[in-house]
């Protein structure tokens, strides 16, 4: 009769001779196409603000006229916080919250004319259930 160890401090309800005592079980379901490309969608939305701010806090700085020191703050006000999101995008864990504010950002690419053919398509995808039984959602 071999009496199992008693897990340690901080490792709840985990037993020693579980397979899986330093990480949670491998998630064996493959992710769907979507998701790479909703990730080079974020990644490439990020690099495009991140330059248009640059952009722009090159032009305040150039430029002389009061106008266009105005719209540059406010396009770089815009455009950094914008740059922020996408890029946080990419860290987000795969949690229900996480799939809305994914498809939070797919809705503001199609503000765009020249975003609308990328984040069109990825949305149609998106909304299919494979997508959402990645993040739990039903």
Do not use: N
Request: net charge neutral; hydrophobic share 50%.
């Amino acid at each position: 009769d071999a009496e199992q160890e008693p897990a340690p401090a901080g490792r709840g309800r985990a037993a020693v001779s579980s397979p899986y005592y330093f990480e949670e079980p491998p998630d064996e379901t493959p992710a769907p196409p979507v998701w790479l490309w909703y990730r080079v969608y974020a990644a490439a939305m990020c690099v495009m603000y991140l330059l248009v701010g640059g952009g722009c806090i090159a032009v305040y700085f150039i430029a002389p006229s009061s106008m266009d020191q105005i719209l540059t703050i406010v396009m770089a006000a815009i455009s950094f916080p914008f740059a922020v999101l996408f890029g946080a995008a990419l860290a987000l864990p795969k949690k229900p919250w996480a799939y809305w504010f994914h498809l939070a950002l797919m809705g503001l690419g199609l503000t765009s004319a020249c975003c609308m053919l990328a984040s069109g398509p990825l949305l149609w995808y998106w909304l299919k259930p494979e997508a959402k039984a990645m993040f739990g959602v039903r």
